[in-house]
């Protein structure tokens, strides 16, 4: 925190009331006291909101280790949305966060009990420096705030992020397995320190290499050496790491990488020139020093040798090219490359899987999303629809404010008769033009009837006529080419073979009396065939008949009905409203006596006058009383009730 107010001019401290009355040690010693709090939640498992920054909580991931998933929880800082829009800063969210993290307030009573100094200069202090850092990144400047055993949160070119320190993150994680999880991550917005730098000290990427800082006095030794310090000096300095961390000499790296060429690397320099960040573990190390040690005397160049010009004498060059060095820790350096390597994509791979499935699951969520807003809209425009449309009903009461005086009924009951009677000529008018247009319908249905009756007829007839001169030509044809007829008289027949009986008179006679039976016969048939006919036609009228005199009769009643319906309706009409109306002259009788009384009524006066036990009974007690007597003597008569 000192090294965030000592970027800060003294005109800008002296805008803030709180600061300006404030040293760099108190100021550092509160911010330390935040940080406590701040650590103290979290190792109670709770999240912690600083109004006006952001919010420090947990992320929890399951990780697939062999047969078994391992929770890893890891703390984690969120900037407040508010702020990243407001100043257009960006900061990379971790995958998941847990949702089950209660969250607390920064408690300033607790602040200040720990502290020497009161709530509100507590309170004054934590908000006047984060409007400071706030305005310091709305400048564009770049700002490192510190908290004291949690980490450091820096903004440099609208870029935030948290790192976190190895003694915390061990501390909130579990599973032992975060350290190793986080490690040589740049690309997330919550890294970790190597350990707990004082406040002097700023700390660099853990992928990057670190130069030492070079004071004014000393004489510059190489400019090429001293770009990359000096390139990202201009947002923050750049420090030492601490020596806590054992380096190797061997297969020294900047970061991590694919390897790609897997030749052997350059000896590094001296340690006083540089100082590096392995990525081999503190055990790693160890056992690497120790392989270094063992091939060490190879290259000790001979002690006791004082020839000049001349690099070994003759013994220890017999002994050199005897001995045939084998140095394994560039091949044991390979492999745990390789294996990195495969962590690596199998780590990318990893979750690749599972930003896909959450991109999937959040379309899956959007689309749903849309679907209910889409129902919802409308669902919206179909309410809002028939609210606007316009009912069909009518009203049973209407009111009128300031409705004027009722004009007299007379010239409109006038104007009504007028139109009742023009609409009964209207209607007289319309049914005896209905009638007749029913009339000459018929007539026109009659004519065209009898028409085709007589086409039906005359089209018979000269089907008939078409029929007999057919027949005729047939007979005609039929005698031109009859055949030579009956055969010629034998002279074994004594008479005539066929017609014997009938060239006598009885025969004959016979015949005739056939044939007038079959004519009278013939005869009754057509008759009775005849009155059939006009019975069933006269029948059919008659049913016609009584079925339009039905339908007429029903229309008729149809007619009253309706008529006497709406009758009904009219007056039901004409006493609702007349009620209605009756209703709202009481209403505004008893409101106009109600305002014209003023405080004069019996309500009010028995608010503001002390009354007696029988008016509390019942208002309207005139003095007598409610007990009844058991005996009452009644004026006028002699007994005693």
Not at 395 to 422: M, N, V, W
Not at 513 to 521: D, L, P, S
Request: glycine share 6%.
């Amino acid at each position: 925190m000192t090294d965030f107010l000592s970027m800060v001019s003294e005109a800008e401290r002296n805008l803030f009331t709180t600061l300006s009355q404030l040293s760099e040690n108190d100021v550092d010693n509160i911010w330390s006291n935040v940080s406590t709090f701040v650590e103290r939640q979290m190792t109670l498992q709770k999240g912690v909101y600083i109004a006006g920054l952001g919010t420090f909580t947990f992320s929890q991931q399951k990780l697939d280790v062999g047969n078994k998933f391992v929770l890893m929880q890891r703390p984690i800082f969120l900037l407040a949305e508010k702020l990243a829009q407001a100043h257009g800063l960006k900061q990379v969210k971790p995958l998941s966060a847990a949702g089950d993290v209660p969250l607390v307030q920064l408690n300033f009573t607790a602040l200040s009990v720990e502290s020497p100094f009161e709530r509100g200069v507590v309170e004054g202090c934590v908000r006047e420096t984060l409007l400071l850092l706030l305005r310091a990144v709305a400048t564009g400047r770049s700002a490192l705030l510190t908290f004291r055993g949690i980490g450091e949160l820096s903004f440099c070119q609208s870029k935030v992020k948290m790192k976190f320190y190895r003694d915390f993150v061990r501390n909130m994680d579990g599973s032992g397995r975060l350290l190793w999880a986080l490690s040589n991550r740049p690309g997330t917005s919550n890294s970790i320190l190597s350990g707990r730098l004082s406040s002097n000290q700023q700390p660099g990427p853990s992928n990057t290499i670190t130069f030492p800082r070079i004071p004014p006095e000393q004489p510059g030794k190489d400019r090429g050496e001293d770009a990359p310090g000096q390139k990202q000096g201009n947002e923050c300095p750049v420090t030492p790491r601490p020596r806590t961390r054992q380096t190797v000499d061997l297969a020294k790296v900047s970061g991590i990488s694919l390897p790609d060429d897997l030749e052997p690397r350059p000896r590094a320099e001296s340690k006083t020139d540089r100082h590096t960040v392995s990525i081999l573990p503190l055990e790693g190390a160890v056992k690497e020093k120790e392989e270094m040690s063992r091939y060490s005397f190879l290259d000790m160049p001979c002690i006791t040798h004082t020839r000049a010009g001349q690099e070994l004498c003759y013994l220890c060059m017999q002994r050199a090219q005897r001995n045939i060095p084998v140095y394994l820790s560039e091949e044991r350096l390979r492999e745990e490359q390789e294996q990195e390597r495969s962590l690596l994509l199998n780590e990318q791979r990893r979750d690749q899987y599972y930003l896909q499935r959450e991109q999937a699951d959040r379309l899956e969520i959007r689309e749903n999303n849309q679907k209910v807003a889409a129902f919802n809209l409308g669902v919206s425009e179909a309410m809002k629809e028939r609210k606007a449309a316009r009912s069909s009903q009518f009203q049973t009461s209407y009111i009128f404010e300031g409705r004027p005086l009722t004009p007299p009924g007379l010239p409109k009951q006038c104007h009504y008769l007028q139109d009742l009677q023009a609409q009964a000529e209207w209607r007289m008018k319309k049914m005896k033009q209905t009638q007749q247009d029913q009339e000459l319908i018929d007539r026109l249905h009659q004519v065209q009837l009898a028409q085709e009756i007589a086409q039906q007829k005359a089209q018979q007839i000269r089907q008939k006529q078409k029929n007999i001169s057919c027949y005729q030509k047939a007979l005609d044809k039929q005698v031109e080419n009859q055949g030579p007829g009956l055969p010629a008289r034998q002279p074994d027949s004594d008479g005539p073979i066929f017609g014997r009986p009938d060239c006598t008179p009885a025969g004959l006679a016979e015949q005739r009396q056939r044939a007038e039976r079959v004519y009278q016969e013939q005869l009754a048939t057509t008759n009775h065939k005849r009155q059939m006919e006009l019975l069933n036609h006269s029948a059919r009228l008659r049913s016609e008949r009584d079925m339009l005199n039905q339908n007429k009769k029903e229309l008729i009643e149809d007619r009253i009905d309706r008529f006497c319906k709406l009758r009904n309706l009219r007056a039901s009409l004409e006493d609702t409203w007349s009620r209605s109306a009756e209703l709202k002259r009481q209403r505004d009788l008893e409101e106009r006596e109600f305002i014209r009384s003023g405080s004069g009524l019996l309500v009010d006066q028995c608010e503001r006058f002390r009354r007696c036990y029988q008016c509390k009974r019942n208002t309207a007690n005139c003095g007598q009383s409610n007990i009844w007597k058991e005996s009452r003597y009644i004026p006028g008569s002699r007994l005693m009730v």
